[in-house]
């Protein structure tokens, strides 16, 4: 039974303004000394959506929380974690779009044996890069992710941009049922196959997404990271000019974004400097416009009474220092096509599945609608589609032949997003995880120089379930 309740102004009780406007994180597990390990325990636990006095969900979380603990680490440092797991299901925990070794990348029967109940795993890793990132499991991962498990991993730069406040904003959305529980419908037939597992209420870090207290003047950066299963954000600030200056963690050029919005798929992270230059008192709304005559209210910036902080924005500068990511060198470049095939409306007849041709009804019985080069991938092990020369630049011509919106990632590496349709893109910022519009082509280019087999897969976590994943060697 799918939830037909539209998202927004919701159906359930909110409990009030108050606990709404607390939505900021506990503090932020670090390792007090070199050698110090952090603990993450992946346990059932419970959330109040709608703050205090509003109903509790069972949930599962990383040390029993929605969110999970942010984990704050220095640029360059070793980070250290003891995973725990006390799920009744095996686990892992994948450290997305960190460029860290194969072992460490969190990918069952791939990189390592998936964490059995009761049982422990320590990942160990120094961190490259500066910047936004998450963590999540690579088990079951519509479920556990739609449960709840996830949280915020930020490195630090050296000397990052002078701002009053750096904020993360955990956006995401749950399917929940008339009682506030977790609606079990998983990997549904109608989620596999068309926009994936869509919930029925928006949260901000953990708590229904009614407002987010604000002072006049104040220069804000915003953190936002999207750990929906599938849902895409476009998020539009009245009254208000957010500056984004890192993509997917890494620093972009700092620049508006094209017509006002911010767009965070599955996955992706964008950090933005926000200028609070609304008036005390005021209420300004922060829209969701990704879908179609089904946007709404996702929030409000909530200014308290006080004067301004300062009249004119801060003058201090914003871009980040570049993160030290090898350049692609499109001269020498060995080139790949990727073709995105399959879900409701997109013609797929057939694909390829554990060795065998399927007619696309044998397919869908078995779970599979969605496939990369007419192949639909089943587990984490599989074939490579391709051999990458390591050190050597590879270009991806991937080109989306469905219906459907899909989000991109690369595990290992980031990537430079240099064409979309054809047109240059600004900047060639580099992304983790592309979106691709139903029918758009895009071309990714980066160095393969982290040696392993990496998934490439879709971070719908319903089409990866059903399919839409492959496995590139860079040897
Ligand atoms: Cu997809």
Same mark, same amino acid.
């Given at each position: 039974?799918?939830?037909?309740?539209?998202?927004?102004?919701?159906?359930?009780?909110? =409990?009030?303004?108050?606990? #709404?406007?607390? #939505?900021? @994180?506990? @503090?932020?597990?670090? +390792?007090?000394?070199?050698?110090?390990?952090?603990?993450?325990?992946?346990?059932?636990?419970? #959330?109040?959506?709608?703050?205090?006095?509003?109903?509790?969900?069972?949930?599962?979380?990383?040390?029993?929380?929605?969110?999970?603990?942010?984990?704050?680490?220095? +640029?360059?440092?070793?980070?250290?974690?003891?995973?725990?797991?006390?799920?009744?299901?095996?686990?892992?925990?994948?450290?997305?779009?960190?460029?860290? /070794?194969?072992?460490?990348?969190?990918?069952?029967?791939?990189?390592?044996?998936?964490?059995?109940?009761?049982?422990?795993?320590?990942?160990?890793? *120094?961190?490259?890069?500066?910047?936004?990132?998450?963590?999540?499991?690579?088990?079951? =991962?519509?479920?556990? +992710?739609?449960?709840?498990?996830?949280?915020? !991993?930020?490195?630090?730069?050296?000397?990052?941009?002078?701002?009053?406040?750096?904020?993360?904003?955990?956006?995401?959305?749950?399917?929940?049922?008339? *009682?506030?529980?977790? =609606?079990?419908?998983?990997?549904?037939?109608?989620?596999?196959?068309?926009?994936?597992?869509?919930?029925?209420?928006?949260? &901000?870090?953990?708590?229904?997404?009614?407002?987010?207290?604000?002072?006049?003047?104040?220069?804000?950066?915003?953190?936002?990271?999207?750990?929906?299963?599938?849902?895409?954000?476009? @998020?539009?600030?009245?009254?208000?000019?957010?500056?984004?200056?890192? @993509?997917?963690?890494?620093?972009?050029?700092?620049?508006?974004?094209?017509?006002?919005?911010?767009?965070? /798929?599955?996955?992706?992270?964008?950090?933005?400097?926000?200028?609070?230059?609304?008036?005390?008192?005021?209420?300004?709304?922060?829209?969701?416009?990704?879908?179609?005559?089904?946007?709404?209210?996702?929030?409000? &910036?909530?200014?308290? *009474?006080?004067?301004? !902080?300062?009249?004119?924005?801060?003058?201090?500068?914003?871009?980040? #220092?570049?993160?030290?990511?090898?350049?692609?060198?499109?001269?020498?470049? +060995?080139?790949?096509?990727?073709?995105?095939?399959?879900?409701?409306?997109?013609?797929?007849?057939?694909?390829?599945?554990?060795? *065998? %041709?399927?007619?696309?009804?044998?397919?869908?019985?078995?779970?599979?609608?969605?496939?990369?080069?007419?192949?639909?991938?089943?587990?984490?092990?599989?074939?490579?589609?391709?051999?990458?020369?390591?050190?050597? %630049?590879?270009?991806?011509?991937?080109?989306?032949?469905?219906?459907?919106?899909?989000?991109?990632?690369?595990?290992?590496?980031?990537?430079?997003?240099?064409?979309?349709?054809?047109?240059?893109?600004?900047?060639?910022?580099?992304?983790?995880?592309?979106?691709?519009?139903?029918?758009?082509?895009?071309?990714?280019?980066?160095?393969?120089?982290?040696?392993?087999?990496?998934?490439?897969?879709?971070?719908? &976590?319903?089409?990866?379930?059903?399919?839409?994943?492959?496995?590139?060697?860079?040897?």
């Amino acid at each position: 039974m799918r939830p037909s309740k539209p998202i927004g102004r919701r159906s359930v009780l909110r =409990s009030g303004l108050a606990a #709404a406007l607390g #939505a900021a @994180l506990p @503090l932020p597990l670090r +390792q007090a000394r070199a050698g110090d390990w952090l603990r993450l325990e992946p346990r059932p636990g419970t #959330a109040r959506f709608f703050g205090d006095g509003g109903p509790q969900t069972g949930v599962w979380g990383y040390n029993g929380a929605v969110p999970g603990p942010e984990v704050r680490v220095r +640029q360059g440092d070793r980070l250290r974690v003891l995973v725990e797991n006390q799920l009744p299901q095996e686990t892992t925990v994948h450290w997305h779009g960190l460029r860290i /070794p194969h072992a460490m990348d969190g990918v069952p029967d791939l990189t390592q044996p998936a964490i059995k109940p009761g049982e422990a795993f320590r990942y160990e890793f *120094q961190v490259p890069d500066a910047g936004t990132f998450w963590y999540h499991p690579h088990v079951r =991962s519509s479920e556990q +992710q739609g449960r709840g498990l996830y949280g915020v !991993l930020v490195v630090e730069e050296p000397e990052p941009p002078a701002v009053d406040r750096d904020v993360i904003w955990v956006i995401d959305d749950w399917r929940l049922t008339e *009682q506030s529980a977790i =609606s079990e419908t998983f990997d549904h037939p109608h989620d596999l196959s068309h926009d994936g597992r869509l919930g029925n209420v928006a949260t &901000l870090n953990g708590l229904d997404s009614a407002a987010f207290a604000v002072r006049a003047g104040e220069r804000l950066r915003l953190r936002i990271v999207n750990t929906a299963n599938a849902r895409i954000f476009a @998020l539009r600030f009245e009254g208000h000019r957010p500056l984004v200056i890192a @993509l997917d963690g890494q620093p972009a050029t700092p620049h508006e974004p094209e017509d006002g919005r911010l767009v965070v /798929p599955p996955a992706g992270r964008v950090d933005v400097i926000l200028d609070m230059q609304g008036e005390p008192g005021g209420r300004y709304p922060v829209m969701d416009e990704f879908y179609p005559r089904r946007s709404y209210r996702y929030l409000d &910036l909530v200014y308290d *009474q006080a004067a301004p !902080l300062r009249n004119s924005p801060l003058d201090a500068a914003v871009a980040l #220092a570049p993160n030290p990511i090898a350049e692609p060198n499109l001269a020498e470049a +060995q080139r790949h096509d990727i073709v995105l095939a399959g879900g409701a409306m997109g013609g797929m007849r057939s694909a390829i599945l554990d060795g *065998q %041709t399927m007619e696309i009804g044998e397919l869908a019985g078995r779970g599979k609608v969605w496939a990369l080069n007419g192949i639909a991938a089943h587990g984490h092990v599989m074939e490579p589609l391709f051999t990458f020369r390591l050190g050597r %630049t590879q270009v991806l011509s991937i080109r989306n032949e469905t219906a459907f919106p899909h989000p991109m990632h690369l595990h290992g590496h980031s990537f430079r997003l240099l064409t979309r349709n054809g047109n240059p893109v600004a900047g060639n910022p580099w992304l983790d995880t592309v979106l691709l519009a139903a029918e758009d082509r895009v071309e990714v280019a980066f160095v393969a120089d982290n040696p392993g087999d990496w998934l490439f897969h879709c971070h719908v &976590l319903e089409h990866m379930q059903a399919g839409m994943s492959a496995v590139v060697r860079v040897a």
